[in-house]
């Protein structure tokens, strides 16, 4: 379940790189441009891996819970 949330907030974070506003790196700077959507994009692949493992983990203990071997 933390892996599906965290995938979520990940995916969120890459999106914001594709905004005028560009991705946050603090409080005050945003990176811009083509090196924002570069790392947007990995962030967006890195919260569908997230996202990934986390229903993986989650079938997995639905099948130990009830009985099904795999």
């Known amino acids: ?5 965290l995938g979520l907030f990940t995916i969120g ?17 945003n990176l811009k441009g083509t090196s924002a959507r570069i790392l947007g994009v990995f962030c967006i692949l890195l919260g569908t891996l997230f996202i990934a493992d986390g229903v993986f983990g989650a ?3 639905l099948a130990l819970i009830s009985g099904s071997r795999q």
């Open 1 to 5: 379940m933390l892996g599906i949330i």
């Open 13 to 29: 974070l890459g999106a914001k790189a594709f905004t005028p506003a560009g991705l946050p790196l603090n409080k005050t700077t």
């Open 59 to 61: 079938a997995r203990i």
